[in-house]
């Protein structure tokens, strides 16, 4: 909703000399957050596609996924995390501060490929706690920080924006910038956390023998498309908050 406002209030601010106010580098950055949209609308119904598909190929060893949560935090010498079950599709996550490893329900109670694999990467995540990984030290300390960032960002750039249009005062634009900046750091941070989880999830899967060859290659996949994902929501903060650094440049071009 606030989106289409932004946008009618720089229409507004660049209506005398659109031509010039819209620099082909803004435009151009403009068109690529849609595409990144496009690619991520992509690549989460690919991820879906996958999940379903392996979500129906039974796990050999007959083990559930909050067993094999449950393997892997013992192989890793970690008696302090608990594994649960909370409700939803794709919801699974490890919370550092509950120490729990929280499974949904395709995947606590199922013994299917696409169960382990994500069972196993929600685990990588308590083994990176346990083991002091820096990056998801980082990313849990900017939880809350991110949390009023998101939430507040594309207020104070409307307001900023309204400021800018008749004051040509920057300050607010640039801290609404600085807010998605936020944002995007910590879309960054993200990636290296995600990607070693599942790194840390095949590498056990495949020396514990818990899976075959055959398997261990269904469930790469599978945790390849979820990476992705985080991949493209990086992607596009960083593009968001180059659209509006331009946006807000372009802007002093009197």
């Known amino acids: 909703m606030l989106q289409p406002m932004i946008l009618l209030l720089q229409a507004g601010y660049y209506a005398d000399t659109a031509a010039s106010r819209y620099s082909a580098a803004t435009t151009g950055m403009f068109f690529l957050i849609i595409a990144i949209g496009i690619i991520g609308y992509i690549v989460q119904a690919r991820l879906q596609s996958v999940f379903r598909k392996y979500s129906k190929v039974q796990f050999p060893g007959g083990l559930t996924g909050a067993e094999v ?7 890793n010498n970690i008696h302090n995390v608990k594994v649960t079950h909370v409700g939803g599709h794709l919801t699974d996550h490890f919370n550092p501060q509950t120490m729990t490893v929280n499974l949904s329900d395709s995947v606590y109670s199922s013994t299917s490929v696409a169960a382990a694999a ?3 990467h929600e685990c990588g995540h308590a083994v990176q706690h346990a083991r002091g990984y820096a990056p998801l030290a980082l990313r849990s300390q900017l939880v809350p920080v991110v949390q009023f960032a998101s939430s507040s960002a594309m207020w104070v750039i409307m307001l900023g924006l309204v400021i800018l249009a008749t004051t040509r005062n920057e300050l607010l634009c640039w801290i609404g910038v600085g807010m998605i900046g936020v944002s995007a750091l910590f879309s960054l941070i993200t990636l290296p956390v995600e990607y070693n989880a599942s790194a840390r999830a095949l590498e056990w899967l495949q020396v514990s023998r818990t899976m075959g060859e055959a398997q261990l290659s269904q469930a790469r996949e599978a945790l390849s498309w979820a990476a992705r ?3 493209v929501a990086a992607l ?3 593009a968001s908050v180059l659209y509006y650094v331009l946006m807000i440049l372009g802007g002093r071009r009197d």
């Not at 949560?69 to 192989?75: G, I, N, Q, V």
Request: aromatic share 6%; charged share 25%.
């Open 229 to 231: 994902t985080y991949l």
């Open 69 to 75: 949560a449950e393997k892997m935090l013992r192989d």
């Open 236 to 238: 596009s903060a960083v």
């Open 118 to 120: 994500v069972a196993a």
